[in-house]
């Protein structure tokens, strides 16, 4: 079972947070145009993405008791600034090994940590990247992130710019993909949702009624302070 609050008996063998989004549902937290969450799972906390604003990417993780210094990974979905704009303000504060899409350009100056990955790769166990897609809206490429879990694997997008189709196809050749949570931009073939037991749509998704719509009983709003445990 995925619940937003796993059971007190139950511990969770992957858990998400929030911590940038284009709304907010903690009042320390302020909203902005972005998007990033803490994955901790397989004993890692790996920071996906990093928002648009350092200084309030690092407030909110403070405020949602997320210590930035904890962070062991950074996997950056894409290139966009407000995925990518907080990343040297985490580095300013621990230098963990960093993952991107191989063909694109690194933000700001970023040190030797720092892995392109080019096709599908297991960045630690249990975490693995799709591998550079190229994107059906925009002239870049983009890779998800999978999470290995009980009962079939988490993906975490950025904003799915290579079609949700494709990425979750991807996902399946590693087993039955369990939840989809990130961004999820113009997307509406709601069909594809229909293996899942979770949907979590983030930030530049557009089309978030139809898809809580089509699928009530599936989709968990998202939010700065929301906490997936699964």
């Given at each position: 079972?995925?619940?937003?609050?796993?059971?007190?008996?139950?511990?969770?063998?992957?858990?998400?947070?929030?911590?940038?989004?284009?709304?907010?549902?903690?009042?320390?937290?302020?909203?902005?145009?972005?998007?990033?969450?803490?994955?901790?799972?397989?004993?890692?906390?790996?920071?996906?993405?990093?928002?648009?604003?350092?200084?309030?990417?690092?407030?909110?993780?403070?405020?949602l008791g997320l210590d930035p210094a904890s962070v062991?990974?950074?996997?950056?979905?894409?290139?966009?600034?407000?995925?990518?704009?907080?990343?040297?303000?985490?580095?300013?504060?621990?230098?963990?090994?960093?993952?991107?899409?191989?063909?694109?350009?690194?933000?700001?100056?970023?040190?030797?940590?720092?892995?392109?990955?080019?096709g599908p790769a297991t960045i630690a166990p249990g975490?693995?990247?799709?591998?550079?897609?190229?994107?059906?809206?925009?002239p870049l490429h983009e890779h998800s992130l999978i999470?290995?879990?009980?009962?079939?694997?988490?993906?975490?997008?950025?904003?799915?710019?290579?079609?949700?189709?494709?990425?979750?196809?991807?996902?399946?050749?590693?087993?039955?993909?369990?939840?989809?949570?990130?961004?999820?931009?113009?997307?509406?073939?709601?069909?594809?949702?229909?293996?899942?037991?979770?949907?979590?749509?983030?930030?530049?998704?557009?089309?978030?009624?139809?898809?809580?719509?089509?699928?009530?009983?599936?989709?968990?709003?998202?939010?700065?302070?929301?906490?997936?445990?699964?």
């Amino acid at each position: 079972m995925i619940t937003e609050t796993a059971p007190a008996e139950r511990a969770a063998t992957v858990r998400i947070t929030i911590v940038y989004d284009n709304t907010t549902l903690d009042e320390r937290c302020p909203a902005d145009h972005g998007f990033a969450c803490v994955v901790d799972a397989h004993g890692l906390r790996v920071l996906f993405d990093t928002g648009a604003s350092g200084d309030i990417l690092l407030r909110n993780m403070t405020h949602l008791g997320l210590d930035p210094a904890s962070v062991d990974r950074v996997f950056i979905s894409h290139p966009h600034w407000d995925h990518a704009g907080g990343l040297e303000a985490l580095l300013d504060e621990v230098q963990v090994p960093v993952y991107l899409p191989a063909s694109a350009e690194p933000p700001g100056d970023l040190v030797e940590q720092l892995h392109r990955l080019s096709g599908p790769a297991t960045i630690a166990p249990g975490l693995h990247s799709t591998g550079e897609m190229p994107a059906v809206d925009y002239p870049l490429h983009e890779h998800s992130l999978i999470v290995d879990a009980p009962g079939g694997s988490v993906v975490v997008v950025g904003c799915a710019h290579p079609g949700v189709g494709r990425i979750l196809g991807a996902a399946a050749e590693r087993g039955p993909v369990r939840a989809l949570v990130g961004g999820l931009h113009g997307f509406l073939e709601t069909d594809l949702l229909a293996p899942l037991a979770l949907v979590c749509p983030a930030h530049c998704t557009k089309r978030g009624d139809e898809i809580r719509a089509a699928w009530p009983d599936k989709v968990v709003p998202a939010g700065v302070g929301r906490v997936l445990e699964i």
